[in-house]
């Protein structure tokens, strides 16, 4: 069964894209965000589902669910930097007064195609910021975000088409805050991730530009195991495929791919000591990426020219024991 079919969330439309092994639900009309990715083999939801009563809090805090698109990821000193010339101020957010998490939160994208066919079915979606005023006013410059998500079979694609429709070069950044379940078992799971160093944080979680060593981290090459971890932790990819592997003691693996030439970052996050969640966040730039002295190249900030477009592709993959 490769379709999309319609439902509903607190009143709001959604599209649930069917395979004969997932199926994901979208919410376009509040963030356009993935709320549930449900492994119909093994009966499990995969990403943490929000539920009826948690509406209020979804609409505050959207990054809490799913797989939301952070728009730029991570922290910016309070909130503001200037980027060639053109002064940037994001809503400061934070019990320090810095931004977290971006300017993407719960606009409503506009439906734009649905395609099935032989092998899997997409449901594609576009949002024009300049029809937000509240987002131009931080990000003055114009950008089309167009999002397709695809499913087929065991695996769930998303590629993000970014467009600057503006006269000057955009800075940007995305990433995805996923918030994986471990059923509350953390001592059956583990996490691959090929990394090659930590990032030095201050106090307030923003980064240093410092590259450190992993320390007891070095082991996420081979195998980390998540039961006793507490992790807020960022972390600079290795070179080569930007691949994530969490893996139950019985074989069951959930595959995390991205982009590894746009995609430089990780960020794991447990939420205190792991039990019922891993929150694999793969991000574009570096957290206060604007503002550190370094360059592109390490930072990962992307450079948008005028009408350029920016294709960026994220899949996650269920392998059965």
């Known amino acids: 069964m490769k379709q999309v079919t319609k439902g509903h969330w607190n009143g709001y439309d959604t599209y649930v894209l069917h395979s004969e092994e997932l199926e994901v639900t979208v919410l376009p009309r509040l963030g356009n965000q993935a709320i549930s990715v449900q492994d119909t083999l093994s009966g499990r939801e995969v990403v943490r589902r929000p539920e009826e009563q948690d509406l209020s809090l979804f609409q505050q805090k959207p990054y809490h669910f799913g797989v939301p698109l952070l728009v730029p990821p991570g922290r910016i000193r309070q909130g503001r930097f200037t980027y060639e010339g053109i002064a940037y101020q994001f809503d400061q957010n934070t019990d320090n007064h810095n ?10 994208w506009c439906v734009t195609d649905i395609e099935e066919d032989e092998d899997g079915c997409t449901l594609t979606s576009e949002l024009l910021t300049a029809n937000d005023p509240h987002w131009l006013e931080q990000f003055p410059i114009p950008l089309r975000l167009q999002m397709s998500y695809r499913l087929q079979g065991n695996m769930f694609t ?4 970014v467009t600057n429709l503006g006269e000057h070069n955009a800075p940007f950044g995305v990433g995805y805050h996923t918030w994986f379940l471990l059923d509350g078992q953390p001592e059956r799971w583990q996490l691959q991730l090929p990394v090659s160093g930590l990032y030095g944080l201050d106090e307030q979680l923003l980064p240093t530009g410092e590259l450190q060593e992993l320390g007891n981290l070095a082991c996420l090459t081979d195998a980390l195991p998540l039961q006793g971890t507490n992790l807020d932790t960022a972390l600079r990819a290795a070179p080569g495929p930007a691949v994530a592997n969490l893996v139950r003691n019985d074989g069951y693996t959930v ?35 604007p503002n550190l002295s ?5 930072t990962g900030l992307i450079r948008i020219t005028p009408d350029e ?8 993959q269920i392998l059965q024991p």
Do not use: N
């Open 309 to 316: 477009t920016v294709r960026l592709t994220s899949s996650i």
């Open 255 to 289: 595959r995390y791919t991205v982009d590894e030439s746009y995609f430089k970052h990780w960020v794991l996050y447990t939420k205190g000591e792991c039990e019922q969640y891993l929150c694999i966040e793969p991000y574009t730039w570096l957290p206060d990426a």
């Open 158 to 161: 998303q590629t993000l088409e």
């Open 294 to 298: 370094k360059r592109d190249d390490f």
């Open 99 to 108: 931004h977290i998490h971006g300017l993407h939160r719960k606009q409503a």
